[in-house]
Antibody
Framework: QLQLQESGSGLVKPSQTLSLTCAVS??????????WSWIRQPPGKGLEWIGY???????YYNPSLKSRVTISVDRSKNQFSLKLSSVTAADTAVYYC???????????WGQGTLVTVSS | DIQMTQSPSSLSASVGDRVTITCQAS??????LNWYQQKPGKAPKLLIY???NLETGVPSRFSGSGSGTDFTFTISSLQPEDIATYYC???????????FGQGTKLEIK
């Protein structure tokens, strides 16, 4: 059974870059067919998909965030990462990493990490 | 982009009640529709996948139905532990992206 754990800075200044990492255990991040996603949830609001990286390395992003998002994989550390540039207060949210064995759904989730954008 | 309209946004029901939540897609999504339960402070949990399939370990009081644009999620007999927010989610195979419904907050009356 996969386990995912987010880590990274909990406080980011406006205009700076948010950086988070998701460590994967219980399986290989290079496993065929898997994709690895980032999803966020502003306080008291709903879920927003940010983007995902396929096991092959291909990336797909939410069009509303595409110009600011980069998702990458570090196979040696069995983890994947999110970078979101030029952040504003609207980017304050709990950020989740999640896995998809079949692409169409999210089967395993990290516990989530709160990132606050504030000076 | 495919839009998902989930209703109601909130719902109050009694223990033992039958509860129904609907999700409507702006275009045909076949059966690429999943349902999640999210309890406060926790990550979402997959309950139903591909519109009507019960995820392993999920109680049988949860069910889903529908295809195309109209989908329904049902709890046959509401239990106190079912208090949570429920989300539908679709996958757009053409644009390779995901969209969630707005969520339904379920409370005990």
């Amino acid at each position: 059974q996969l386990q995912l754990q987010e880590s990274g800075s909990g406080l980011v200044k406006p205009s700076q870059t948010l950086s988070l990492t998701c460590a994967v255990s219980g399986g290989s991040i290079s496993s065929g067919g898997y994709s690895w996603s980032w999803i966020r949830q502003p306080p008291g609001k709903g879920l927003e998909w940010i983007g995902y990286i396929y096991h092959s390395g291909s990336t797909y992003y939410n069009p509303s965030l595409k110009s600011r998002v980069t998702i990458s994989v570090d196979r040696s550390k069995n983890q994947f990462s999110l970078k979101l540039s030029s952040v504003t207060a609207a980017d304050t949210a709990v950020y989740y990493c999640a896995s998809s064995m079949t692409t169409t759904l999210f089967d395993y989730w990290g516990q989530g990490t709160l990132v606050t954008v504030s000076s | 982009d495919i839009q998902m309209t989930q209703s109601p946004s909130s719902l109050s029901a009694s223990v033992g009640d039958r509860v129904t939540i609907t999700c409507q897609a702006s275009q045909d999504i076949s059966n690429y529709l999943n349902w999640y339960q999210q309890k406060p402070g926790k990550a979402p949990k997959l309950l139903i996948y591909d519109a009507s399939n019960l995820e392993t370990g999920v109680p049988s009081r949860f069910s889903g139905s529908g295809s195309g644009t109209d989908f329904t999620f049902t709890i046959s007999s509401l239990q106190p532990e079912d208090i949570a927010t429920y989300y539908c989610q679709q996958y757009d195979n053409l644009l390779r992206g995901y969209t969630f419904g707005q969520g339904t907050k379920l409370e005990i009356k």
